[in-house]
């Protein structure tokens, strides 16, 4: 398996360092929640992601009090920082899902050691994505209408709506990720009830880890059940971004009525959900000293992803100004011209830049093993994926079919205070993952050692 | 004070090839109330122990069904029955905008009975099991193969079981109170 991957892949970085064992695997990983000390560096970063989670409080309490009107939402453009926030963070989350579930089937093994943290990222994103939405609606304490609950006032949902199927597609989402996550996480949780000296800690993680106790019966129907659940999520985290994309796509709306909206916008959820993992792993295996584990071979894969969908991301923004000449419809025709000269032009220069000039030097094979350049680039495609987000939004929003309702938004210090709230809530469940799960999965990683083979 | 009931014999191996082949022998000497325990998933070790029915896939099937079911009937009841409401002229029981939630619902109703339904057959979550009181078995979630032969086998004997786990060379064997 793993010749036929490096031939594939060309890569001859290995996916574990040579010369590890069962037992120093275990013991890497798990010290690190056991009996590593909790470094400054740790509570200065927790810190100051609290801090910012704080202001994310504050900005939605404001919010409560005040409603909606203290954001730069208006008419024509309603939907504003809310939802680009949304579809970014959502976006985000799909790279743990295609690492955890898709590379799983297709057997890629050097998946193993990147899925554990992957899979929380994906958590964590979903988590911030679902509050925009909710604090969006206007009255948010009574988002629950959005679900179908037998009610005294005899009304249901529209089930013709996509923003309904959104609601389903993203709770569906949350739930499964959860699980998955959950699940892979047991036999792990089992480890460092075994190896933990401290009675709380024992007490706690064996209360998670439900008595697991490796028998040969459980690993066979927990393989399948695993393995079942990769295949749901399979088309399940295809389908998310799919029906995020509905919500635009269905609308008539020029510049969001096309059928290019789904695999595009599926395209750039992996694009941006790889630049997070690659803008999370490339710290955490140089703080934590995990290059064994998270090798060369790692990176290039996640830079190579990154190009790929890049160039899917490309093609839709060609087909999207091709069919808006070709259509002859000419609105659309003005949706492209007010993108490359209306008012938010720069945006979509830096777009242009951000996510199809730069990430071309990726097609240097030198770089993608540099960690500092790929952070970096990482943090451009980040940037980019946000300003798609925008540009989708806002600039399809403030200039519609009649001119006398053209308009302009303008973020408020609200919208920025949520917006990097939520970078801070998710940088801070990060900081606790880290912390007191296993990062990487030790389970997974046993099998990839040589002497994990049984021989004949 | 009465000697506590023995739970099993137990004994340790080093590499996933020794518990296999071990697992195999004790199967193929007899003993049919027997599990091997190990850190990770290893191929053909549940075969090697005589297990075979696995409802797992049984079970998902059954709730990725009751979910398309229940989304397809609810939206079906709701838009066309309970509260019809004539949007743009589309018909009541639109189907092709029902299909989102549909699939929404299959995988969601078949993730939670693949998970609950695998934990539920290994009878999990279990805190306590008499495994765990024997004291080298904290490796078994670390680098050690444990097989372990119940005394509920018939075959079990305390010296004929010692005498034949001796033999498959392990590396200790330990009695399991109950």
């Given at each position: 398996?793993?010749?036929?991957?490096?031939?594939?892949?060309g890569?001859?970085?290995?996916?574990?360092?040579?010369g590890h064992?069962?037992?120093t695997?275990?013991?890497k990983i798990s010290?690190?929640?056991l009996t590593?000390?909790?470094?400054n560096?740790w509570f200065?970063?927790?810190?100051?992601?609290?801090?910012l989670t704080?202001?994310l409080?504050y900005?939605?309490g404001y919010?409560f009090?005040?409603g909606?009107?203290?954001?730069?939402i208006t008419?024509?453009i309603?939907w504003?920082?809310?939802i680009?926030?949304?579809?970014?963070?959502?976006?985000i989350?799909?790279?743990?899902?295609l690492i955890?579930?898709?590379?799983?089937?297709?057997?890629q093994?050097?998946r193993?050691?990147?899925n554990r943290?992957a899979e929380?990222m994906?958590?964590?994103?979903v988590?911030?994505?679902?509050?925009f939405?909710l604090i969006?609606?206007?009255r948010?304490?009574?988002a629950y209408?959005?679900?179908p609950?037998p009610?005294?006032m005899?009304v249901?949902p529209q089930f013709?709506?996509?923003?309904?199927?959104?609601?389903f597609?993203v709770?569906?989402?949350?739930?499964?990720s959860?699980?998955?996550?959950?699940?892979g996480l047991v036999p792990?949780?089992?480890?460092?009830?075994?190896r933990s000296?401290?009675?709380v800690?024992?007490?706690?993680y064996g209360i998670?880890?439900?008595?697991?106790?490796g028998?040969a019966?459980?690993w066979?129907?927990?393989?399948?059940?695993?393995?079942?659940?990769?295949g749901?999520a399979t088309?399940?985290?295809?389908?998310?971004?799919t029906?995020?994309?509905?919500d635009?796509?269905?609308?008539?709306?020029?510049?969001?009525h096309?059928?290019?909206f789904?695999?595009?916008f599926?395209a750039g959820a992996?694009?941006?959900?790889f630049?997070?993992?690659?803008m999370?792993?490339?710290?955490?295996?140089?703080v934590?000293?995990l290059?064994?584990?998270?090798?060369?071979r790692?990176?290039?894969n996640?830079?190579?992803v990154?190009l790929?969908?890049?160039l899917?991301?490309a093609?839709?923004y060609v087909?999207?100004?091709f069919?808006?000449?070709?259509s002859?419809?000419?609105?659309d025709?003005?949706t492209?011209?007010n993108?490359?000269h209306?008012?938010y032009k720069?945006?979509?220069?830096?777009l242009?830049?951000?996510?199809?000039?730069i990430?071309?030097?990726?097609?240097?094979?030198?770089?993608?093993?540099?960690p500092?350049?790929?952070?970096?680039?990482?943090g451009?495609?980040?940037v980019?994926?946000?300003?798609?987000r925008f540009?989708?939004?806002?600039v399809s929003l403030?200039r519609?079919?009649?001119?006398?309702?053209?308009?302009?938004y303008?973020?408020?210090?609200?919208?920025w205070?949520?917006?990097?709230g939520t970078?801070?809530?998710?940088?801070?469940?990060m900081?606790?993952f880290v912390r007191?799960l296993?990062?990487i999965?030790i389970?997974e990683?046993?099998?990839l050692?040589?002497?994990?083979?049984?021989k004949? | 004070?009465?000697?506590?009931?023995l739970y099993?014999?137990?004994a340790?191996?080093?590499?996933?090839t020794?518990?296999v082949?071990?697992a195999?022998r004790a199967?193929?000497?007899?003993y049919?109330k027997?599990?091997?325990y190990?850190?990770?998933?290893?191929?053909?070790l549940?075969?090697a122990?005589?297990f075979?029915k696995?409802?797992v896939?049984?079970?998902?099937?059954?709730?990725g069904i009751?979910g398309?079911?229940?989304?397809y009937?609810?939206q079906?009841w709701i838009?066309?029955?309970?509260?019809?409401v004539?949007?743009?002229g589309k018909?009541?029981?639109?189907?092709?905008?029902?299909?989102p939630?549909?699939?929404e619902?299959t995988?969601?109703f078949a993730?939670?009975s693949a998970v609950?339904?695998?934990?539920a057959?290994?009878?999990?979550?279990?805190?306590y099991?008499?495994v765990f009181?024997?004291?080298?078995f904290a490796f078994?979630s670390?680098d050690?193969?444990f097989l372990?032969?119940f005394s509920?086998?018939?075959q079990y004997n305390?010296k004929?079981?010692?005498d034949?786990?001796e033999?498959l060379?392990?590396r200790?064997?330990s009695e399991?109170?109950s």
């Open positions: 398996m793993d010749d036929r991957n490096e031939q594939l892949t890569s001859k970085a290995p996916v574990i360092k040579p064992t069962f037992a695997v275990t013991d010290s690190i929640v590593r000390p909790t470094s560096g200065l970063g927790f810190g100051i992601a609290f801090l704080m202001m409080l900005a939605m919010l009090v005040r909606v009107g203290i954001w730069g008419i024509p309603g504003g920082f809310a680009v926030n949304f579809v970014w963070w959502i976006g989350g799909h790279a743990g899902t955890s579930a898709i590379l799983l089937l297709l057997r093994s050097w193993n050691s990147i943290f929380a994906t958590l964590f994103a988590a911030c994505a679902g509050i939405p969006h609606v206007g948010p304490w009574l209408w959005l679900f609950y009610n005294s005899g249901w013709r709506s996509p923003l309904v199927w959104d609601v597609a709770s569906t989402y949350a739930t499964i959860a699980l998955f996550w959950f699940i792990d949780l089992a480890t460092l009830r075994d000296t401290n009675r800690a024992q007490m706690i998670l880890a439900m008595g697991w106790r028998s019966r459980h066979h129907r927990y393989e399948t059940a695993y393995l079942l659940l990769a749901l088309p399940l985290v295809l389908s998310v971004h029906v995020v994309s509905f635009f796509a269905i609308g008539i709306i020029s510049g969001w096309t059928t290019i789904p695999p595009y599926v992996i694009y941006s959900g630049a997070m993992v690659l999370l792993a490339i710290p955490i295996r140089k934590y000293g290059e064994d584990f998270i090798t060369e790692h990176l290039q996640s830079a190579k990154m790929a969908t890049g899917i991301v093609y839709g087909i999207e100004a069919m808006g000449w070709y002859g419809n000419r609105y025709a003005f492209l011209w993108r490359l209306g008012p720069w945006d979509y220069f830096a242009l830049i951000c996510n199809i000039v990430p071309q030097v990726l097609w240097i094979r030198k770089l993608r093993t540099k500092l350049a790929l952070f970096l680039i990482s451009v495609v980040l980019g994926m946000w300003l798609e540009i989708i939004v806002v403030h519609d079919f009649l001119t006398s309702s053209w308009g302009m303008y973020p408020t210090r609200w919208d205070m949520t917006y990097i970078i801070g809530m998710f940088l801070a469940a900081f606790l007191i296993p990062m999965s389970f990683m046993r099998t050692l040589p002497e994990a083979e049984v004949e | 004070m009465k000697p506590t009931p099993g014999m137990m340790e191996f080093d590499t996933p020794d518990l082949s071990a195999e199967h193929q000497a007899g049919k027997i599990d091997a190990s850190p990770f998933p290893i191929e053909g549940a075969e122990i005589g075979q696995n409802r896939p049984l079970v998902t099937l059954i709730g009751g398309g079911l229940t989304g009937l609810m079906y838009s066309a029955s309970s509260y019809p004539n949007v743009g018909p009541y029981h639109s189907w092709p905008a029902f299909i939630v549909t699939f619902l995988i969601l993730g939670i609950l339904g695998m934990l057959l290994n009878g999990l979550p279990m805190p099991h008499p009181n024997v004291s080298r078994a670390k050690r193969f372990i032969v509920s086998d018939p305390s004929a079981t010692r034949f786990l033999r060379n392990p200790s064997i399991v109170p």
